[in-house]
T-cell receptor
Framework: NAGVTQTPKFRVLKTGQSMTLLCAQDMNHEYMYWYRQDPGMGLRLIHYSVGEGTTAKGEVPDGYNVSRLKKQNFLLGLESAAPSQTSVYFC????????????????FGDGTRLSIL | EDQVTQSPEALRLQEGESSSLNCSYTVSGLRGLFWYRQDPGKGPEFLFTLYSAGEEKEKERLKATLTKKESFLHITAPKPEDSATYLCAVANTGGFKTIFGAGTRLFVKA
């Protein structure tokens, strides 16, 4: 059981380049999330999705776009990378409909370490 | 505004030296409080969920407790393998988001 898988694990970009981070989950979860983690600041929510075809803004959405065309996948895009977007990006998922329990914890991938020069 | 503050930022213990980590929170309506463990280079790993004041959960050397304003993660007789960053998070009743604290980095020396 893979859980939440993020690709790539590492990436170096130049300012202005674009890229897409991929997140895949195999737990049939309804909710998916993208966070960034910076030293001393904890996890900050970028965008999230409560179901296939839906997305919503989190705490720090500027400079990022997302799509959830399939239930199991959640993509995070950087259209024009900036040095301020250097960070570790985590994807998470939660909420199996069959349990009916909204208070389920989030399951995380192991992150994508992104450096923008 | 919902907020989570963890203290201390870092904690250094000798093996066997018990201690507690604090998580203070303000939230409009608590849906759940979560504790996670994060190892270097890895994503957070779920430990506990607490739903209401007075609730306690235990797992090996860890015990989490909850009051109306804070949660504690008690570590009894820690071992070097307990060294990690411990994250606290709260989910409110108003939506789908979870607010994370900055974490406490725990170092346990043999």
């Amino acid at each position: 059981n893979a859980g939440v898988t993020q690709t790539p694990k590492f990436r170096v970009l130049k300012t202005g380049q674009s890229m897409t981070l991929l997140c895949a989950q195999d737990m049939n979860h309804e909710y998916m999330y993208w966070y960034r983690q910076d030293p001393g600041m904890g996890l900050r929510l970028i965008h999230y999705s409560v179901g296939e075809g839906t997305t919503a803004k989190g705490e720090v959405p500027d400079g990022y776009n997302v799509s959830r065309l399939k239930k199991q996948n959640f993509l995070l895009g950087l259209e024009s990378a900036a040095p301020s977007q250097t960070s570790v990006y985590f994807c998470a998922s939660s909420y199996d409909l069959s349990t009916g329990n909204h208070q389920q914890p989030q399951h995380f991938g192991d992150g994508t370490r992104l450096s923008i020069l | 505004e919902d907020q989570v503050t963890q203290s201390p930022e870092a904690l250094r213990l000798q093996e066997g030296e018990s201690s507690s980590l604090n998580c203070s929170y303000t939230v409009s309506g608590l849906r759940g409080l979560f504790w996670y463990r994060q190892d270097p280079g890895k994503g957070p790993e779920f430990l506990f969920t607490l739903y209401s004041a007075g609730e306690e959960k235990e797992k090996e050397r860890l015990k989490a407790t909850l009051t109306k304003k804070e949660s504690f993660l008690h570590i009894t007789a820690p071992k070097p393998e307990d060294s990690a960053t411990y994250l606290c998070a709260v989910a409110n009743t108003g939506g789908f988001k979870t607010i994370f604290g900055a974490g406490t980095r725990l170092f346990v020396k043999a």
